[in-house]
C-alpha cells in the first residue's frame, strides 16, 4: 500500500521557547540522523538511548544547535519501521533549520499523519486507536487547508500566482501551436515564449533567495524603514529596539547614516535599518544617506514606508511608493497622537498601521504585521504546518525554477516542440504544490481565450 | 408490445461512428448483435466535416485501428486527400489527416457491416430501455416491438430531443433531413440518469460550380500518402486537393448585422457548445480584433460538386448566410446547397459511467458517443468500439477491458469523462495526455495490438504479421546496441563526416543514432542492410533510441502512479461512513463512486489526505 521510504517532519508544536523534535522514520533513518548528528562521546547512536551531540551542516560543517537524540530500532518504534528523533531548541527557524538538513539528505517530508498511516499499516496500533488519529488528522487537514487558503490570499500566493501565469501563458503558447498546426495561429515560439518565462525565471530566483532559511537563521529577515524626512523613523526604531539609539530632533535630515539594529520580533530575528530621510537635498552627507535607502530598499525583505499621519500624503510620500515598487510593505502612519488625519490612497489603507511612538498606540500591531509578513498564520494549532510548509514551500520553488532553467537551454538548443511542455509542466507541478492548483483545464482555458482556433 | 423471436447478446442503438464499432467489435469477438438506427442509409454518416484524423484524433483512429477497429481501414479504402501533420514537432505529435469521400465512406461501413456475421441491421426507432430488476434486459421500439438483449450499447449521437435552430426559426430533428429521437431521454432520467443539454453546429454545403477554385490558394494532399490502419502498406487511389479562403472586414460587418437574429445571442440556445469549434458569428465576437478568418473549402467527395467550409458554422439565419458566404473572395457567387446549422441535443452526465463505460445507474448498460457529451467521429468510434468490447466481454462472463492513461488516449479520454464530467462537447487534444510521449501513433499497435489479440478482437492473421515486426524491432535494436564502429573500421573520411575525428574507443549503433541529426540513412554508410527493413521498423528503431531518456522518464512516471490506478476500491463501500473524510470529498466520492483510487484522485475536490484516508480505511475493511 505504501511505498517503504523515510519520512521526516517537525513532530512538536513550534513556540518560542521549549524543546523542537524531528521525527526521521524508516530504512534510512539512523544513517541520515548520523550524516547530521553527532554524539559527543564520538559513538554512534545505539538502540533506546538518549544520546548528547551536536547538530551541524555536512555539506558546510556549521554547527546548528545542540540537542539530544534518541534511536529506536524497528519495530519497536512508534511505526515499526526505524524511528530517531532529533531534539534541538524550540522556535521556528532552529527546528526548520533542522528539518532542513534531514531533507536535504534525501529524506521526504511526511504528509500529514503519515506516521500514523504507517503504524496502522504495520499493525502498531488497531483499527479504533486509527480512526481516532483519522479524525485527527482530518482536523487537521482541515487546518492545513485553513493556512493554505490564507496564504493564497498572502503576499507568497501572489507572486506565485504571478510566476505560474507566465508559465501557463508559455505552455499554452507551444501547447496551441502543437495541437492546432492548422489553424493561423501567430505564435513566435522564442519570442512570446520566452518573453513570458525569462522574468518567471528572475522572479523565482528572488523568491527562492527570499525562503532561504540559512540566510534567515544567520542574518534574520532585513526590514528597512522608509519615509520622507522628519516623519518619525528613528522614533519608530527605538520605540521597536525600546531603547534611543538613533539621534532624533525635529530637523529634517538628522539621520545621516544607516542605522542598523537586530531586534527580536516574536522570536522572529528582525534586523532593522533606519534610513535617511528621502528628498531632494544639497546636504553631500544626506544624499549619501539618501542612496544608499534607495539602494537598500530592492533587498530588503520588508519595507516599512512611514509617513505622518497627522500630515497630508505628498507627492515626495509618492514618489517613496514609487521607489518601493513591487516591494512587499507596510505603511506606518505616524503621530496617531497628533490632531490631524493623513487620507492615504485606496489601496494603502489596508497595509496601514496608525502608531504613536509617544503613548505606544498601534505598537503591537505593527509587530504582529512584521510577524505576520514572514510567518504565516498565527493560530497555535497551524504552526507545526507554517514550518512545514515552508520547507514545502522552498522545496517546490527550487524545483520549478530548475525546471524552468532546463526548459530554456532546451530552447535555446532548439529541441522539438513535443519535448518543451515537460519542463514548465515539472515547473507548474512544483508551484501548483504550493497553491494546490492542477494546470490541464486551464491551459486548454487559455488556448481557448488567447486564440481562435474552430475548424 | 409484441416480443421478436430472438435473444440478442448485444443491442446497438444507433449508426453513427460509435454504433458501428460496437456492433462489429461485439459481432467479431463472437457475440450474437442486433445494429438498431432511424435510418439505413445513413449508416457512418459524416454529419459534418468530411475528414478523419488530426491531432490527437488520428491517434484515436490508430488505437482503434491497433485493437482490430474498422475506422482506420474505412478512411484508408475511402479517402480522397491524406496528410501528415506536425512533421517538424516530434513523433508523439505528429499525426495522420485524410478528407473522405462522404458518400463512399457510409456505404463502405454498411458494407462491411452487412457482410458481418452474427450481426443483425434493423432500421427502427427505439422509445425506451426494457429493464429487469436495475438492469436492461432489452430495448421497446416505436413499432411496438420489443427486442430482448443480455447487453445494450446507446450511441445516440445528436438525436435525443434534436432541436435545429437556422436563425431564429427552429424544429426538431437528429440532423438535417432526419428525425429525432422523442422520449428516450426522459425515460433515462426517469430511470436516474443526468440529462443534460449540449449545442454544436456546422456550416453550409457550397455548390462548387459557385466557387472561383483559381483565385483560391490550393492544398494538397502527401505525395506519399500513408495509411491509417497498421494492415494496409499504401494508399493507392489519387488525391484531390483542398483550396483556403479568407473572410474579411465586410464578412464581419455582415455578420454582426445579423446577430440580433442568432439564436445564440437571442438566448435561444441553452445547451452549451465546443470553444474549440466556435461558429464564425462567436469568433467575430469574441475576436474582434482578428481582421480575418481562415477556412479550408473541403470537398464532400469525388462525385459531387458539395463542398465544406471548415470554421464556418453559423446558426444566423438564412439570409445572413447568403450575403455573409458571398461576401468571402472567391465565393461572390456562390450557391448555398444546404445551409448551415446548430442543433442542440441531450447527453448523459459521464461521471455516470464506469471506466468501462458500462453505467453506475442501470448494469448491463453501455452508453458511447455524443451521448457521453463528446464530440467527433474518433472520439465517438473509440467509444463506441469499447463499449462493444465490453459488452461482448459481459456477455462471456470475463473482466472488462480498461485502458489506462498511459496506454492510450482512448484510455485518457474515458478517464477524463468518468473522473471529471464534462461541460462542453469534449474532443481529444494530445495535451490532455500527461504520457504524450508514450502515446505515439506509431506505437499504437505495440501499445494495442496485444490487447485486441487477447480479447478475440484482432484476426489471426493481422496478428502474426505484427508479432513478425515486433520481433524484428527488437532483434534490430539488440544489434544496433551490440554492433560498434571502431576508429580504425571507420577511417577518417567517414569520422571527419560524422564529427567524430578523434574518437577514441569503438561507438556502437545505437549511440550514433541517439545524435539528434543522425538516421537510419546516415547509419546505411556503415550498415547498408538497415534500409532493407520496413520503414515503419526503421522509424521505431530511430524514435525508441533517439527518445529513450524521455521515455524512461514518463515510464517511471507511470510506475509510479500506478499503485493508486491499480487499487480497486470495493463497489459496495459506503464512503459517507469513512470517518475522517471531510463531508465535502465524502459527498464527492458518494456522487462519483470512483473505481480506483487513481480515478478518486483525479475528481477535483479530493485531496492528497483524503486520498490517503480513504486507502486507509479500505485497508481497514482488508483486516476486518
Known amino acids: 500500500m505504501y511505498v517503504r521510504d523515510t519520512i521526516a517532519a517537525i513532530s512538536t508544536p513550534i513556540g518560542e521557547g ?27 547512536l545505539k538502540s533506546h538511548r538518549f544520546c548528547y551531540g551536536v547538530i551541524s551542516d555536512s555539506a558546510t560543517g556549521d554547527v546548528v544547535d545542540e540537542g539530544m537524540t534518541v534511536y529506536m530500532k524497528g519495530p519497536n518504534s512508534y511505526t515499526r519501521e526505524d524511528v530517531v528523533e532529533i531534539q534541538s531548541h524550540g522556535g521556528t527557524l532552529v527546528v526548520s533549520r533542522v528539518l532542513d538538513l534531514v531533507l536535504a539528505a534525501g529524506v521526504r517530508l511526511a504528509q500529514p499523519g503519515e506516521f500514523t498511516k504507517r503504524a496502522f499499516l504495520n499493525g502498531r496500533i488497531d483499527l479504533v486507536q486509527a480512526e481516532a488519529i483519522m479524525d485527527v488528522i482530518s482536523s487537521r487537514t482541515d487546518a492545513s487547508l485553513a493556512l493554505a487558503q490564507h496564504q493564497r490570499e498572502g503576499l507568497l500566493s501572489q507572486k506565485i500566482g504571478k510566476v505560474r501565469d507566465g508559465v501557463l501563458h508559455a505552455l499554452a503558447f507551444i501547447e496551441a501551436v502543437i495541437d492546432f498546426p492548422e489553424e493561423d495561429i501567430d505564435v513566435a515560439i522564442e519570442a512570446d515564449v520566452m518573453g513570458r518565462i525569462a522574468p518567471a525565471i528572475d522572479d523565482l530566483k528572488t523568491l527562492v533567495e527570499g525562503f532561504d532559511e540559512g540566510r534567515v537563521l544567520r542574518d534574520g529577515v532585513s526590514v528597512v524603514i522608509a519615509g520622507k524626512p522628519n516623519v518619525g523613523k528613528s522614533s519608530l526604531l527605538n520605540t521597536l529596539l525600546k531603547e534611543k539609539r538613533a539621534i532624533v530632533t525635529s530637523v529634517p535630515g538628522t539621520t545621516r547614516d544607516l542605522i542598523e539594529e537586530v531586534v527580536n520580533i516574536e522570536g522572529l530575528p528582525v534586523r532593522l535599518l533606519d534610513t535617511a530621510g528621502i528628498r531632494e537635498s544639497d546636504d553631500h552627507v544626506e544624499q549619501e544617506g539618501v542612496r544608499l535607502t534607495l539602494e537598500r530598499i530592492p533587498r530588503a525583505d520588508l519595507v516599512l514606508f512611514v509617513v505622518d499621519g497627522s500630515a497630508s500624503f505628498t507627492s515626495e510620500d509618492e514618489s517613496i511608493l514609487q521607489a518601493i515598487g513591487t516591494k512587499c510593505f507596510l505603511v506606518v502612519k505616524s503621530k496617531a497622537d497628533l490632531p490631524g488625519t493623513c487620507v492615504l490612497p485606496g489601496a494603502l489603507e489596508g497595509k496601514a498601521v496608525s502608531l504613536s511612538t509617544h503613548d505606544g498606540t498601534g505598537v503591537a500591531e505593527l509587530r504582529k504585521a512584521i510577524h505576520h509578513t514572514f510567518v504565516h498564520g498565527h493560530a497555535t494549532d497551524s504552526r507545526e504546518y507554517v514550518a512545514v510548509s515552508k520547507a514545502r514551500h522552498r522545496d517546490a520553488l527550487v524545483r520549478a525554477l530548475a525546471a524552468l532553467e532546463s526548459f530554456r537551454l532546451n530552447l535555446e538548443a532548439g529541441v522539438n516542440h513535443e519535448l518543451l511542455p515537460i519542463d514548465l509542466r515539472d515547473a507548474l507541478e512544483a508551484l ?16 481557448f481565450s488567447s486564440f481562435c482556433i474552430g475548424k | 408490445m409484441i416480443v421478436y423471436e430472438k435473444n440478442y447478446d448485444v443491442i446497438v442503438v444507433g449508426a453513427g461512428h460509435a454504433g458501428c464499432e460496437a456492433a462489429l467489435a461485439a459481432a467479431r469477438m463472437g457475440a450474437a448483435t442486433l445494429f438498431l438506427t432511424i435510418n439505413l442509409d445513413a449508416i457512418a454518416l459524416m454529419s459534418c466535416n468530411p475528414a478523419i484524423g488530426g491531432l490527437a484524433k488520428g491517434h484515436l483512429v490508430k488505437e482503434i485501428d491497433a485493437l482490430g477497429g474498422e475506422m482506420g481501414r474505412n478512411i484508408d479504402a475511402t479517402g480522397i486527400q491524406f496528410r501528415v501533420l506536425n512533421t517538424k514537432k516530434g513523433p508523439a505529435v505528429r499525426a495522420s489527416r485524410a478528407q473522405a469521400d462522404k458518400q463512399q465512406y457510409r456505404l463502405r461501413m454498411k458494407y462491411v457491416l452487412e457482410q458481418q456475421d452474427r450481426l443483425d441491421l434493423k432500421q427502427v426507432e427505439v422509445t425506451g430501455l426494457y429493464l429487469e430488476d436495475d438492469a436492461v434486459a432489452g430495448v421497446d421500439t416505436k413499432g411496438g416491438v420489443r427486442y ?16 435545429i435552430h437556422i436563425g431564429l426559426v427552429h424544429y426538431p430533428g437528429g440532423r438535417a433531413g432526419d428525425l429525432p429521437s422523442i422520449g428516450l431521454s426522459d425515460h433515462l432520467a426517469e430511470c436516474g440518469f443526468e440529462v443534460g443539454r449540449l449545442k454544436t453546429g456546422t456550416p453550409a454545403r457550397l455548390d462548387g460550380r459557385t466557387i472561383d477554385f483559381h483565385r483560391l490558394e490550393p492544398q494538397y494532399g502527401d505525395e506519399n500518402p500513408i495509411p491509417f490502419s497498421f494492415s494496409n502498406e499504401r494508399i493507392d487511389q489519387p488525391q484531390v486537393p483542398c483550396h483556403i479562403a479568407y473572410t474579411n472586414q465586410k464578412s464581419h460587418e455582415i455578420i454582426r448585422s445579423g446577430l440580433d437574429r442568432s439564436p445564440l445571442y437571442a438566448g435561444i440556445i441553452e445547451g452549451i457548445g465546443p470553444r474549440y469549434c466556435p461558429s464564425i458569428e462567436d469568433k467575430v465576437v469574441r475576436f474582434p480584433d482578428k481582421d480575418r478568418h481562415q477556412t479550408f473549402i473541403e470537398p464532400e467527395g469525388r462525385d459531387t460538386v458539395e463542398v465544406y467550409p471548415s470554421g464556418m458554422s453559423t446558426s444566423l439565419p438564412i439570409d445572413i448566410q447568403w450575403a455573409f458566404y458571398r461576401s468571402i473572395e472567391g465565393l461572390e457567387r456562390v450557391e448555398i446547397m444546404r445551409p448551415a446549422y446548430a442543433i442542440e441535443y441531450d447527453y448523459v452526465n459521464p461521471i455516470q459511467l464506469h471506466a468501462s463505460l458500462e453505467t453506475k445507474v442501470l448494469r448491463n448498460l453501455y452508453h458511447a458517443g455524443q451521448i457521453n457529451g463528446t464530440s467527433g467521429y474518433e472520439e465517438a468510434a473509440a467509444q463506441g468500439l469499447m463499449a462493444g468490447i465490453n459488452a461482448a466481454l459481459r456477455v ?13 488516449y482512448i484510455g485518457v479520454m474515458i478517464d477524463d469523462l468518468v473522473t471529471l464530467g464534462t461541460k462542453e462537447p469534449y474532443r481529444m487534444f494530445t495535451s490532455r495526455a500527461e504520457y ?10 505495440l501499445r494495442l495490438r496485444e490487447k485486441g489479440y487477447a480479447i478475440g478482437l484482432l484476426p489471426d492473421e493481422l496478428w502474426h504479421s505484427f508479432l513478425q515486426k515486433r520481433d524484428l524491432i527488437n532483434e534490430r535494436l539488440e544489434f544496433l546496441g551490440k554492433e560498434r564502429l571502431t576508429p580504425s573500421a571507420a577511417g577518417e573520411d567517414l569520422l571527419r563526416d560524422w564529427d567524430l575525428t578523434g574518437m577514441q574507443n569503438a561507438i556502437s549503433y545505437e549511440q550514433l543514432l541517439r545524435r539528434p541529426e543522425f538516421t537510419c540513412q546516415d547509419l546505411a554508410r556503415i550498415y547498408p542492410d538497415i534500409m532493407n527493413l520496413p520503414e515503419s521498423v526503421r522509424d521505431q528503431l530511430e524514435i525508441q533510441i533517439k527518445y529513450k531518456g524521455y521515455i524512461d522518464r514518463q515510464l517511471e512516471q507511470v510506475e509510479r502512479a500506478a499503485k493508486l490506478e491499480d487499487t480497486k476500491i470495493p ?22 463512486r470512483p473505481d480506483t483510487l487513481g480515478q478518486a484522485s ?14 486507509i480505511a479500505m485497508k481497514a475493511r482488508g483486516v476486518k
Open chain 1, 18 to 44: 521549549g524543546i523542537g523534535i524531528v521525527r526521521i522514520s524508516g530504512p534510512d533513518a539512523l544513517p541520515v540522523a548520523q550524516q547530521i548528528f553527532r554524539t559527543k562521546s564520538g559513538g554512534g
Open chain 1, 432 to 447: 501548483g504544490s504550493v497553491t494546490g492548483e492542477t494546470t490541464t483545464d486551464d491551459v486548454l482555458d487559455l488556448i
Open chain 2, 148 to 163: 430482448l438483449g443480455k447487453t445494450v450499447v446507446l450511441t445516440t449521437g445528436t438525436f435525443m430531443r434534436g432541436l
Open chain 2, 396 to 408: 462471456r462472463g470475463n473482466e472488462p477491458l480498461v485502458l489506462g492513461r498511459s496506454e492510450a
Open chain 2, 436 to 445: 504524450r510521449l508514450l502515446l505515439r501513433e506509431d506505437n499504437a499497435d
Open chain 2, 571 to 592: 463497489a459496495d463501500i459506503d464512503f459517507t461512513s469513512i470517518s475522517g473524510l471531510s463531508t465535502e470529498i465524502q459527498e464527492k466520492l458518494a456522487r462519483f
Open chain 2, 602 to 615: 483525479r475528481i477535483p475536490g479530493v485531496t492528497p489526505a483524503g486520498i490517503t484516508m480513504l486507502s
